[in-house]
């Protein structure tokens, strides 16, 4: 399984962006989800979304402002950010497990996109 990430760039506080991650093939009922590590600071969760789109989980920071989404027909999963913060500023990456339960953990995630750039100014 390979994924590309994409939709990162550069806005203003209060603005928006919409990711992608756009995968070769997605094995049946596995969870995906977005992280994100900022400059001299550990990877961290962001989203996660089940199979089936129907459950998702968010951290704590982002929640109301950020949404996960899946098209499972393209392969692709999305994360609509709004109301960016300067404090959202990282490198992102979307991952998937095989597994079909939900983790927060980087470590139980099988696959990994290369990562694409948010930075948000004030």
């Known amino acids: 399984v390979q994924l590309q990430a994409s939709g990162g760039g550069l806005v203003q506080a209060g603005g928006s962006l919409r990711l992608s991650c756009a995968a070769s093939?997605?094995?049946?009922?596995?969870?995906m989800g977005w992280f994100r590590r900022a400059p001299g600071k550990d990877r961290e969760f962001v989203a996660a979304?089940?199979?089936?789109?129907?459950?998702?989980d968010y951290y704590d920071s982002v929640k109301g402002r950020f949404t996960i989404s899946r098209d499972n027909a393209k392969n692709t999963l999305y994360l609509q950010m709004n109301n960016l913060h300067p404090e959202d500023t990282a490198v992102y990456y979307c991952a998937t497990r095989r597994y079909y339960l939900n983790s927060r953990t980087p470590s139980d995630y099988d696959y990994w996109g290369q990562g694409t750039q948010v930075t948000v100014s004030s």
């Open positions: 093939a997605l094995p049946f009922g596995s969870y």
């Open positions: 979304i089940n199979w089936s789109g129907e459950s998702t």
